[in-house]
T-cell receptor, first 114, second 113 residues
């Protein structure tokens, strides 16, 4: 089955440590995205990538970094510079279909930093 | 910039009640409009979409009509079930960034038996 895999589902880290969240897709989609979800705030775009070896900052990129070395993979690193890293992180990929782009989401990783 | 405004929740209904969740938007150009659903602890699932004015998106008994004149895309269902309990997000893509989604804040729906 095609889909988007995020691992792990829950992640715990100490303050001051960098942590990398995994996102893999086997949908053959070109574009991939990272969102952050906080209670009552909806989803906010962190980074996105339209093609391999290229990515752009979203609305809240500070304190995060990404890479896109393969079409299937788009890992997100939460650095120690991110002031409030505890959140639910969602990865997505998209395809142009039926007159517009459709984004499909992974199951998410809940990061807790203490 | 682009924005989406949804009715604030939570919304609590009894099973078989009629559901409406209001969504209005502002956007540059001609947006595509979406509704996503998120069940507890999970990612988002695309529920339905519409790409041009007067289009009606529908799926699993849910419907929404793209109203350009009122810049709205309200979600409706005639008879909700307990299994419809979830958070619903209205979203859009538009203009030169037509692959980037702008989301509303979400509306929590709880359906009681």
């Amino acid at each position: 089955d095609g889909g988007i895999t995020q691992s792990p589902k829950y992640l715990f880290r100490k303050e001051g440590q960098n942590v990398t969240l995994s996102c893999e897709q086997n949908l053959n989609h070109d574009a991939m995205y990272w969102y952050r979800q906080d209670p009552g705030q909806g989803l906010r775009l962190i980074y996105y990538s339209q093609i391999v070896n290229d990515f752009q900052k979203g609305d809240i990129a500070e304190g995060y970094s990404v890479s896109r070395e393969k079409k299937e993979s788009f890992p997100l690193t939460v650095t120690s510079a991110q002031k409030n890293p505890t959140a639910f992180y969602l990865c997505a990929s998209s395809i142009y279909r039926r007159g517009g782009y459709e984004q499909y989401f992974g199951p998410g990783t809940r990061l807790t930093v203490t | 910039g682009d924005s989406v405004t949804q009715m604030e929740g939570p919304v609590t209904l009894s099973e078989e009640a009629f559901l409406t969740i209001n969504c209005t938007y502002t956007a540059t150009g001609y947006p595509s409009l979406f509704w996503y659903v998120q069940y507890p602890g999970e990612g988002l699932q695309l529920l339905l979409k519409a790409t041009k004015a007067d289009d009606k998106g529908s799926n699993k008994g849910f419907e929404a009509t793209y109203r350009k004149e009122t810049t709205s895309f309200h979600l409706e269902k005639g008879s909700v079930q307990v299994s419809d309990s979830a958070v619903y997000f209205c979203a859009l893509t538009s203009g030169g960034s037509n692959y980037k989604l702008t989301f509303g804040k979400g509306t929590l729906l709880t359906v009681n038996p």
